[in-house]
């Protein structure tokens, strides 16, 4: 799995962290970011639910 995120689109809803709180933190800014280490998404099976909470499209998940 890999996980996009484009910080540049994220309007800091905080969406993608209530829902996989083990991958997606914001940061001082309120701006997704990807939790260290984390980075592969193995850490919060809900992962996969991001891309649809997202409103404004800021996270994209592929599948290897
Ligand atoms: S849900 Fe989307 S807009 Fe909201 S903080 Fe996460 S990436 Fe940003």
């Known amino acids: ?7 540049d689109r994220c309007i800091g809803s905080g969406q993608c962290v209530m829902t996989a709180p083990g991958v997606f933190t914001q940061d001082d800014d309120a ?3 990807l939790v260290p280490g984390h980075e592969d998404g193995a ?3 809900r992962v996969h639910d991001v891309p649809l909470v997202c ?3 800021a996270v994209a998940i592929f599948e290897d």
């Open 1 to 7: 799995m890999r996980i996009t995120i484009d910080r």
């Open 31 to 33: 701006v997704v970011a």
């Open 43 to 45: 850490a919060d099976p």
């Open 55 to 57: 409103p404004v499209q």
